[in-house]
């Protein structure tokens, strides 16, 4: 039974609870709350493998991975990483203009003076997206750095993980510059290493509207993609694919 397995982060726990695949508030900052029946023609639809299904709400099932994480790694554990993205992604939608104007984003524009922990807590839910999104598949085992970092909520680290943020412009030429309610997530592509056979590479992209944010693991970034950032940097320069 896939419902008894560990949860990635403490390894301790059950994983009873289960990690948006696409992050519930993200739905609905675009979507609302209540039921999506009511929308009409402006219900959402969500496409996996081929397949589409229409979102009943921000809670769907569909838009649910495998149970992942236990409550207190969910909850307690992982509320200020949520929260330092809720607060990225807010301003990325409030600040459209100038990001495709100037290509850079400076964290302490979002974060104020914080910004040295917030964008490690920016970092630290880029990784747990990232785990969630490889447990969700059996045959593959989140890498420990990225486990050790999250548990032990550390603030000076190396990683194989690679952060890029990017436009891209023919999401703006299909769909306009406001078109955030436009959400997904690209294939994940994994290789396995050579000399290594339990040890996989990876690389996926996730987007709100035309910004998306790309991960690289043991991989070489896309250099077109931007600059890679491990919330190392106050400023990030966004590259374009
Ligand atoms: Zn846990």
Request: aromatic content about 14%; hydrophobic content about 35%.
């Amino acid at each position: 039974m896939n419902d008894q397995r560990l949860c990635w982060i403490c390894e301790e726990n059950v994983a009873n609870t289960s990690e948006h695949a696409l992050k519930r508030s993200d739905i609905v900052r675009a979507y609302g709350k209540g039921s999506y029946h009511n929308l009409k023609g402006k219900q959402p639809i969500h496409f996996k493998n081929g397949k589409q299904t229409k979102l009943q709400g921000a809670n769907s099932d569909v838009i649910k991975n495998p149970k992942d994480l236990c409550k207190q790694c969910n909850n307690t554990l992982s509320q200020p990483y949520d929260r330092a993205y809720d607060n990225f992604i807010e301003y990325v939608v409030n600040n459209s203009e100038l990001i495709l104007e100037r290509r850079f984003i400076d964290f302490a524009e979002i974060y104020g003076e914080d910004f040295p922990t917030q964008q490690s807590n920016l970092f630290k839910y880029f990784i747990k997206s990232f785990g969630c999104r490889i447990y969700a598949n059996p045959d593959f085992n989140v890498p420990q750095d990225l486990i050790s970092i999250i548990r032990n909520n550390l603030t000076h680290f190396s990683t194989g993980l690679k952060i890029t943020m990017s436009i891209k412009n023919e999401v703006i030429n299909y769909l306009g510059k406001q078109c955030f309610d436009f959400i997904g997530k690209s294939e994940l592509l994994y290789y396995n290493l050579e000399d290594c056979p339990n040890q996989f590479r990876f690389s996926f992209s996730e987007h709100i509207g035309w910004f998306f944010i790309n991960y690289f693991y043991l991989t070489p970034i896309n250099e077109r993609s931007g600059v890679e950032w491990i919330s190392d940097r106050k400023v990030i320069f966004i590259g374009e694919i």
